[in-house]
């Protein structure tokens, strides 16, 4: 089992920058592929993006391909996600995932165990 806690979300004007960390408790974490997914008040919960066990596959949705970056430090049991050019319509709570498992997936019902989420507010 594997604990998650988001930080770095805040308020940010368009165009600007945040990085994102989820910490992760455990000695397994380098056994999981991780994902961050975000949620806009009445919308679906969906996928930002993905990394692999090894760090070599990361994924992106469309929406943030260029502007997100998605990184993970197995020795610090950390995931990153720095996004870049924030956009007004990037507002929404921001979630860690971690599957147990090889590969990375955009499915959030793939995923195992989830964080409690951290705001990120995108001004105009």
């Known amino acids: 089992q594997v604990q998650l806690l988001e930080s770095g979300g805040g308020l940010v004007q368009a165009g600007g920058s945040l990085r994102l960390s989820c910490a992760a408790s455990g000695r397994t974490f380098s056994s999981y592929a991780m994902g961050w997914f975000r949620q806009a008040p009445g919308k679906e919960r969906e996928f930002v993006a993905g990394?692999?066990?090894?760090?070599?596959?990361?994924s992106y949705a469309n929406s943030v391909k260029g502007r997100f970056t998605i990184s993970r430090d197995n020795a610090k049991n950390t995931m990153y996600l720095q996004m870049n050019s924030l956009k007004p319509p990037d507002t929404a709570v921001y979630y860690c995932?971690?599957?147990?498992?090889?590969?990375?997936?955009?499915?959030?019902?793939?995923?195992?165990?989830w964080g409690q989420g951290t705001q990120v507010t995108v001004s105009s």
């Open positions: 995932a971690a599957r147990q498992s090889w590969g990375l997936t955009s499915e959030i019902t793939e995923y195992d165990y």
């Open positions: 990394i692999s066990r090894s760090v070599g596959t990361t």
